[in-house]
């Protein structure tokens, strides 16, 4: 059988040699197998770019040395490595649920679930988010204590996720007798439907997974708004927490009073303990991320390490909103753009052209998903009422998809607040809306031009 790890490895150190160092770092470096399953091997890499750029430009390249250390013609298929994670646990689930061996003592194999990368060394304080952070670390410091639940709140990118992991790597680094578990809210109801209807032995399983810990964090909570069982659910899942003095923290995209579709009881527990804002960043902040990010990360932003503070202010200046992922994304086009013109160092010139289709588009007034639903729906001559609701005929799903598309490209959205803003849609759904519209602007012009135009109307 062959040795995925092994192979990749020996790939790796075949090409290093043969391509540009910058090439190397910027596609190949953090890619890795996943799975080798009848000649089809999957490939997983971080970055959506870096997935379009592999599949495209390099497929050929990487089948042809993988057959010179094979003599295996292997079918390849690229995956990010966020898709990768949602096929595990659901597959994980899947398992659990059709397993035929019950076993006398049935245990959760406990997870964190945790990024080790996202500490609080890592998060750059400013004014937007000093409140927030210094209660993170309190609650870090003293789980169960103080301010419980915590309850962060703002607009995507600007930090909250950071926050959560960072609180709980803390908690782990400095008292390994503490479990912590972090979940997505879509994780939380994929378990929950998974497993309530199950026997009560999987009910067991789903309590004891989010039960016997002593740290839950949930990020996205406003996502259970959508099942009342779920917020049910959820409700007591809380109580059993906080009446045993056990740490919960959750993330919104807005605060809880402005959680209308949430249960008035929830609502309540929610500002029992301190809600903290997290703000788009000011300028000053803006830089600091940027060049933090460069100094932490030198082997993924090796060729600018040397960038000026000229590069920088432009930058920063530019991203109004200050989503940080929008920042580390101006990062990547930099990185993408010096490894195919060969450049050892970024000019503010290379910084204006590889970033001209990210910058000064009007982001400030794009930066919300309500107002894409309308100019999308004006654009296709219909409502948007039709876009978040349930038909599928072809002049209504083509704009939903589209509509979808550009809430993830041009606000860096999660899947499972774009699916939440459009009636509720799974996740999964959303992923396959945006993967389908970004190969066609691959494969067709006249959806690129549509794009086109319908961001021209968003200006």
């Given amino acids: 059988m062959v040795n995925k790890d092994q192979l990749w490895h020996n790939f790796l150190e075949r090409i290093r040699p043969t391509v ?61 490595e966020e898709e990768i994670k949602n096929e595990i646990q659901v597959d994980d689930i899947e398992k659990a649920n059709t397993s035929t061996e019950k076993e006398d003592n049935f245990e959760v194999v406990h997870k964190s679930n945790l990024n080790k990368n996202l500490t609080f060394s890592t998060f750059v304080v400013g004014n937007s988010n000093r409140l927030a952070q ?34 709980g790597n803390y908690i782990e680094q400095n008292d390994k007798s503490k479990k912590v578990l972090y979940v997505t809210s879509q994780q939380f109801m994929d378990d929950y439907s998974k497993y309530s209807r199950k026997d009560d032995e999987y009910k067991d399983y789903f309590k004891d997974k989010y ?46 009073n402005d959680l209308k579709q949430m249960e008035d009881r929830l609502r309540t527990r929610f500002n029992w303990g301190l809600t ?34 000229e ?16 920042l580390e994304n101006s990062l990547n086009r930099l990185m993408a753009y010096s490894a195919v013109w060969g450049l050892q160092k970024i000019t503010l010139k290379d910084a204006v052209d590889a970033l001209k289709d990210l910058i000064n588009k009007g982001t400030s007034e794009q930066a919300d998903i309500s107002r894409i639903q309308k100019v999308v729906a004006d654009y296709f001559q219909i409502s948007v009422e039709d876009l978040k609701g349930r038909k599928r005929s072809s002049n209504v799903a083509f704009p939903r998809q589209i509509a979808m598309y550009l809430s993830r490209s041009l606000l860096n959205e999660s899947f499972e607040r774009i699916g939440l803003e459009f009636g509720g849609k799974d ?3 959303v992923m396959h809306s945006c993967d389908k519209i970004e190969d066609e602007c691959m494969i067709k012009e006249e959806t690129r031009n549509t794009i086109e135009k319908i961001k021209e109307n968003l200006i």
């Avoid at 430009?57 to 690229?78: A, C, G, H, K, P």
């Avoid at 069982?229 to 809880?256: A, G």
């Avoid at 991320?289 to 932003?301: A, E, R, S």
């Avoid at 590069?311 to 929008?326: H, K, L, P, W």
């Fill in 20 to 80: 540009n160092s910058e090439i190397y770092a910027t596609w190949f470096q953090d890619t890795y197998i996943n799975s080798i399953d009848n000649n089809k091997i999957t490939i997983v890499t971080k970055l959506d770019l870096q997935k379009k750029w592999l599949q495209n430009r390099y497929y050929d390249f990487i089948q042809t040395n993988l057959y010179d250390i094979s003599n295996i013609n292997y079918e390849l298929v690229f995956k990010l």
């Fill in 134 to 167: 210094a209660a993170a670390l309190q609650v870090a410091q003293d789980p169960g204590k103080i301010y419980n639940p915590l309850f962060l709140f703002g607009n995507s990118g600007l930090g909250k996720t950071h926050l959560m992991h960072a609180i």
């Fill in 211 to 256: 039960h016997n810990i002593d740290v839950l964090i949930i990020d996205d909570i406003q996502c259970i708004a959508t099942g009342a069982k779920t917020q049910m659910e959820f409700f007591h899942t809380f109580n059993d927490l906080h009446s045993n003095n056990k740490q919960v923290i959750l993330s919104s995209d807005r605060s809880p």
């Fill in 276 to 309: 903290a804002e997290i703000y788009p960043p000011e300028l000053e902040l803006r830089k600091n991320i940027l060049k933090n990010k460069i100094k932490n990360y030198k082997d993924k932003y090796a060729s600018l390490q040397d960038t000026s503070d």
């Fill in 311 to 326: 590069v920088i202010d432009y930058i920063a200046s530019n991203i109004a909103e200050g989503d940080v992922r929008i």
């Fill in 427 to 429: 996740h999964s759904t």
